[in-house]
């Protein structure tokens, strides 16, 4: 890690510590090795550093985006977050912490991946605490090129609802599972997983769905 990047994360672990942080009571002793750690274990993936542009879903407190950000100086990030509280101390921290290659989106990543500037224009997009894995995929696919991916953060793992998730993600959202992989370990890591999946082909027809669909009911639901 550089010592840039150093000085930045150690920023971000001061701004994600005070008060009115967007990040829960209980985690804010535990930020470095809850939030940072865990978004950092996104660096191990290969997909990850060979992004020119990559887009952070449901950004929150701007994790992961912000850190990976932090350590991917050469990509441009476009962290997207709906709450207009979250979206103001995610631009402050990208300020304080020196990163230029980072912009923030006051929208629902439906009406962002509706529009030019978002639908299909991101080799990588990352997604942590957002939902379900379906969900999470469904809001993911149309902001991908075809042949870019997308890293999920996840707890302890569900073999069962992978393979439901899996029999549908090809045909409903053109995305296939290519590893999951175990965080490692740290403490606080516990169980977290990151699932790794490829976009194949173009998005497919009818994708975004409305806002609020792909959580109402997601692709495969009974």
């Known amino acids: 890690m550089s010592t840039s990047s150093g000085n930045s994360l150690s920023r971000l672990e001061r701004l994600l510590s ?8 209980a ?26 542009r990559a887009a952070d879903i449901g950004s929150g407190a701007g994790l992961p985006g912000l850190p990976l950000a932090a350590s991917l100086s050469q990509t441009e990030w476009v962290l997207i977050e709906a709450t207009g509280k979250k979206c103001r101390f ?3 921290a990208a300020s304080e912490m ?6 923030v989106r006051a929208k629902r990543t439906e009406e962002f ?13 990352t997604a942590r605490a957002v939902g379900s894995l379906p969900t999470t995929a469904e809001l993911a696919s149309p902001l991908l090129r075809p042949g870019g991916h997308l890293l999920i953060w996840r707890g302890a793992r569900d ?3 992978e393979r439901g998730f899996e029999r549908v993600a090809e045909e409903a959202m053109a995305l296939e599972t ?3 992989r175990s965080v490692s370990p740290y403490p606080g890591s516990r169980d977290r997983h990151i699932h790794l999946l490829r976009k194949n082909g ?3 027809d009818g994708l975004p769905r409305r806002p609020g669909m792909a959580s109402k009911r997601p692709f495969g639901a009974e």
């Open 18 to 25: 005070e008060p009115d942080a967007p990040v829960s009571l």
């Open 27 to 52: 985690s804010q002793d535990e930020i470095p090795t809850v939030h940072l750690a865990d978004s950092l274990a996104g660096l191990e993936f290969p997909e990850t550093r060979s992004a020119a």
């Open 90 to 92: 995610i631009e402050r």
């Open 98 to 103: 020196g990163l230029t290659n980072v912009e």
């Open 113 to 125: 991946s509706s529009a030019p500037e978002g639908r299909e224009r991101f080799d990588l997009v």
């Open 159 to 161: 073999t069962e609802s």
């Open 178 to 180: 290519l590893e999951v």
């Open 202 to 204: 173009p998005t497919p």
